[in-house]
């Protein structure tokens, strides 16, 4: 299994800002998955985080938007760039430890945009 | 497009057993399928993940007959703690296909 954490855990951000949101695995793992989930909604896979080159993104998503990184095998970040209220979600990380395919994720981000 | 089907909600009584049901028509050679619990404020938890026939661990049990056109994730003996949403996943190793995550199943448990 896999312990990950996120950082901030909720935050309240100004329209036009940008917010990082740091998600740190206790192992290393293979792939590293960012989503975005509404309250009381499924997840949406934004991208796939993959070490040492470019993120993998889903249809509706973008890097300008959404720029990625992922410098190693245990830590990504996700930044969600010149925030609009429609952007206002909960973002969460996950990964897949080295073997196993079962994802492990964070506990999520809330995000409000004013 | 979603690639799994499951009811919107369903209500149980502590101690009973409760089947939640997934349909899959399209699955892949190559999926498995997973399913996770979710509680509020938390991100999903892992429970169980098969190919086919049955798969039990300590936490449930997941039947999946032979077309694998659908599937079953079997919880024993629920408690209070059980309410939460429960999502079925097609997920396969090599990840070519998009990860979708359907509805879910919002379940709840009653005294």
């Known amino acids: 299994s896999a312990v990950i954490s996120q950082k901030p855990s909720r935050d309240i951000c100004q329209r036009g800002t940008s917010l990082t949101i740091q998600c740190q695995v206790d192992?290393?793992?293979?792939?590293m998955f960012w989503y975005r989930q509404q309250p009381g909604q499924s997840l949406t896979l934004i991208a796939t985080?993959?070490?040492?080159?470019?993120?993998?993104?889903e249809s509706g998503f973008v890097i300008d938007k959404f720029p990625i990184s992922r410098p190693n095998l245990t830590f990504s970040t996700l930044t969600v760039s010149n925030m609009s209220p429609e952007d206002s979600s909960i973002y969460l990380c996950s990964a897949t430890p080295l073997g196993p395919y079962e994802q492990y994720f964070g506990p999520g981000t809330r995000l409000t945009v004013t | 497009l979603a690639k799994t089907t499951q009811p919107i909600s369903m209500d149980s009584y502590e101690g009973q057993e409760v089947n939640i049901t997934c349909s899959h028509n399209?699955?892949?050679?190559?999926?498995?399928i997973t399913w996770y619990q979710q509680f509020p404020s938390q991100g999903p938890r892992f429970i169980i993940q098969?190919?086919?026939t049955k798969v039990t661990n300590e936490v449930a049990s997941l039947f999946i007959p032979a077309d694998r056109k659908s599937s079953t994730l079997s919880l024993p003996r629920v408690s209070l703690s059980d309410t939460a949403v429960y999502y079925c996943?097609?997920?396969?190793?090599?990840?070519?296909?998009?990860?979708?995550f359907g509805k879910g199943t919002r379940l709840h448990i009653l005294p």
């Open positions: 192992s290393q793992v293979t792939m």
């Open positions: 098969g190919y086919k």
């Open positions: 985080a993959n070490q040492g080159s470019e993120a993998t993104y």
């Open positions: 996943l097609l997920d396969a190793l090599n990840r070519d296909d998009k990860i979708i």
């Open positions: 399209n699955i892949a050679t190559n999926d498995y």
